[in-house]
């Protein structure tokens, strides 16, 4: 992680320490640049950071606010490490219905930018929030990539695992939604009827270098899942 | 607009103009130095929003990259600029169902930061793209920052008006969504069925100093309406 990166972290972590919300002013860049021990231009870059992320806006000559419209149980769509993050006051669990390698299909060699010969795991899961279903997941990984997989990682954090033990470097992602409807099969595991309206997100997850490694699809519960997006204006 | 945010937008512009898609490589920084005629510390500034923004990546010692994973006719919930920019290639017309100057409710004077004696334009429009219904919107305009509208100007681009007319900086928005369900009277105007599923999409758009200036609601035609969000990892 870059110096700047770091210090972005700190000060994220200082807004919630100190419980700042919305309008609530930030010390003046001094204060910052002596607070977290670095230089100057350290402190405008992880400002510049926080800003394009929706945590802070500036105001010239008026000083740093925070910006926290953030809602309970919304899922933050442009947050790129899966709704994990933004869901960590709940109880999340993971029933993994299947994990296999597979062959990938044109749509998938597209997506993962593969060859016919490259193998891909397959991993569906029904993902619970308090106990109730939350989302079906179906998601493929792209094994030059994401060497191993098994039952036991796919029924904890996937992506905890890439990052903390392959040592991936996520680097962004596009997703991709629309309301969808669900097939029988679906509406089961969801505890829903047939043809109910569903949140359909695919999204597409890249490494640090472009790569992409990750492609999946999730079938959001209607009536369970809330989505976040914050807007920067250019 | 600050020097870099200008560079920003000319090097979207060149990717435009190069129709360069993902995974395209972009000159080298002395080469975009030298082509804008800007310091090096502006265009490395305008290549860092640009990868904010999800533009391109940046891979240490390999390179500028371009990443535009877009897919035509899917509204960018990001750009806090309303829809129009990412639909600007279509057909976008506004039928005016209601315009007039309202007293907030409690809802409303909490999402604006108004006073019981504030007063707030309601516009009530149905959207069309290419001719179809696209979505119902509800939208309300705080008078102390939109002092004067009509319905010129509401079957028009409201956000073009603000924006060149009242010189307004809009500065960034929240965006919070999940599905809901139509009435009679909202299944009309989008020639669908009571009950049916609509996107519910509810947004706040802030000045540049913080002060909200919009909250507006949005309930868009099930089949009509795909979104796209393009997500960083820090």
Do not use: W
Request: net charge negative; aromatic share 12%; charged share 30%.
């Amino acid at each position: 992680m870059l110096k700047y990166e770091k210090v972005a972290k700190q000060i994220e972590q200082y807004i919630t320490d100190n419980q700042l919300s919305q309008g609530d002013k930030l010390p003046i860049l001094d204060e910052l640049t002596e607070q977290f021990k670095v230089s100057k231009s350290t402190i405008i870059k992880a400002l510049d950071i926080l800003e394009l992320r929706g945590m802070i806006y500036q105001v010239r000559g008026s000083g740093i606010f925070v910006r926290q419209q953030k809602r309970k149980g919304y899922i933050n769509m442009a947050e790129s490490r899966g709704f994990k993050e933004s869901l960590r006051e709940f109880d999340l669990t993971s029933k993994v219905m299947a994990l296999k390698l597979i062959k990938p299909d044109s749509h998938l060699m597209e997506q993962l930018d593969l060859e016919e010969d490259d193998e891909v795991y397959l991993v569906k899961r029904v993902r619970y929030i308090e106990e109730s279903p939350f989302c079906i997941e179906y998601s493929y990984y792209s094994k030059k990539h994401v060497m191993y997989l098994n039952q036991e990682i796919a029924e904890d954090s996937i992506f905890t695992y890439i990052m903390n033990d392959l040592k991936l470097n996520i680097g962004f992602s596009d997703t991709f939604f629309r309301i969808s409807y669900l097939n029988e099969g679906e509406a089961g595991h969801l505890e829903l009827k047939e043809n109910d309206p569903a949140l359909r997100v695919e999204t597409t997850y890249y490494l640090h270098n472009g790569q992409p490694f990750n492609y999946s699809i999730l079938l959001y519960h209607k009536d369970q899942a809330q989505f976040f997006v914050p807007g920067t204006h250019y």
